[in-house]
Structures are given as C-alpha cells and as structure tokens.
C-alpha cells in the first residue's frame, strides 16, 4: 500500500503521518527527513543537495526526484509506504509514478483546515518556538505557493483514479486521527466513501 499526506502549512500532517505510520504499520518518509538522511549518508545525491543548501539555495525538483528514488530502492517492494512532503508539483507526482511502476499510489489524505485557523496556528508556534521569521507576510506567501503548486497535484491523482481522502483537520490530534483512520479503513475494505469525512 503507498499512501500520500497532503495540506497546507499548519494543517498538522507531518504529526498524522506519524501517527498513520503507526497505525497502520507504513514506512513514513518525510521529504526533509529523507535530505537529512542522504546527507548523513554521504551518499552522491545527498553531496550535491548539502552543496545546494549550503551556498542557501532550494534544492531542484530534479535532485528531490533522484533523492526519494534513492530512497524508494532501499525499501523492501513489498513494504507500506507513507510519502509526505512528496511530491510537492505535478511534475514530481508524474516522476513519482514512474519510480513506483508497476505499482500506484493507493490513496491520499488530504487535511483539509481554514486558512484563518492556520495562519492563527503557525503564528502561535512561530511564537511560542521562537520563529522570528514565521511573520505573517512569509506564511501567507507560503499559502499562496500551497495553492498554486501543490493543491493541484490532487487533481493529477483525482485524475488518475486514486481515492482523495478529504478529511477535516481541525480539532483534537486523536479526533483528527481517528477521521483519518476511519477513511483509509473503509478505503481498504472497499467501502464507499462519503466527501469531507
């Protein structure tokens, strides 16, 4: 099973998709983990990436790509798999799905949060962890670039016959855990799913 967790900054999927790892025994593989980790190991790509990131600038979807690949072939093929953070545009969901065939992506949830009550959230961790440079202005902006570059990547999976899990993501983590839970339950045994679970 290979599942996608996706939403705007603030709307709490890095913690689900530990969560989700979990419970449902998935190899979670956030993307800035994944950089941490290729770094840590020396490994060719994560050479070029720290070079990139030393000298301050954004690592290219073309080494993201090789990056998640590299990490993809150390997986057991067999294994259940949780991506998050990847991929971040449609052209890296259509690199993805050629690292994945034959097989698909299953499923993605998508945490669904008003914009007023994540600007309010990244705003009080911003304060509360000393993000001097989480202002309202950068949050916003990345809002604006979720909703341009990333949000349309459900429609790419939409597109493709994959189940889009909408859940609410607002409320209690466990609350919100358990919609996310219930979805991808009845998703796997083959239930029809209500929009906006």
């Keep these: 099973m290979i599942g996608l967790i996706f939403g ?18 998935m190899s979670h593989l956030s993307t800035g983990e994944i950089l941490r980790s290729e770094v840590a190991h020396g490994s060719a790509v994560g050479n ?9 600038d954004l690592v290219p979807d073309d080494l993201i790509d090789r990056i998640v690949e590299s990490r993809l072939s150390r997986i057991d093929p ?15 969901a259509k690199a993805l799905d050629r690292m ?6 299953d499923f993605v ?12 959230r990244l705003l009080h961790r911003a ?7 989480d202002t309202r202005d950068a949050i916003m902006e990345r809002m ?3 909703h341009h570059r990333t949000a349309v990547v459900l429609d790419h999976y939409r597109g493709r016959g994959v189940s889009v899990l909408e859940i609410d993501g607002v409320g209690d983590l466990d609350v919100v855990l358990d919609r996310v839970r219930q979805a991808i339950k009845k998703l796997m045994l083959g239930k029809p799913r209500a929009r906006g679970i």
């Design 100 to 105: 994945l065939a034959p097989r698909n992506v």
């Design 109 to 120: 949830v998508s945490l669904d949060v008003p914009e007023d009550a994540l600007i309010d």
């Design 127 to 133: 304060a509360v962890e000393g993000r001097a440079d």
């Design 8 to 25: 705007p900054p603030g709307s709490g999927k890095g913690t689900q998709a530990a969560r989700v790892e979990k419970e449902f025994g």
């Design 144 to 146: 604006r670039e979720y």
């Design 78 to 92: 067999t294994s259940n798999v949780l991506l998050d953070g990847f991929p971040r545009t449609t052209e890296q």
């Design 48 to 56: 070029e990436a720290a070079r990139i990131m030393a000298a301050g």
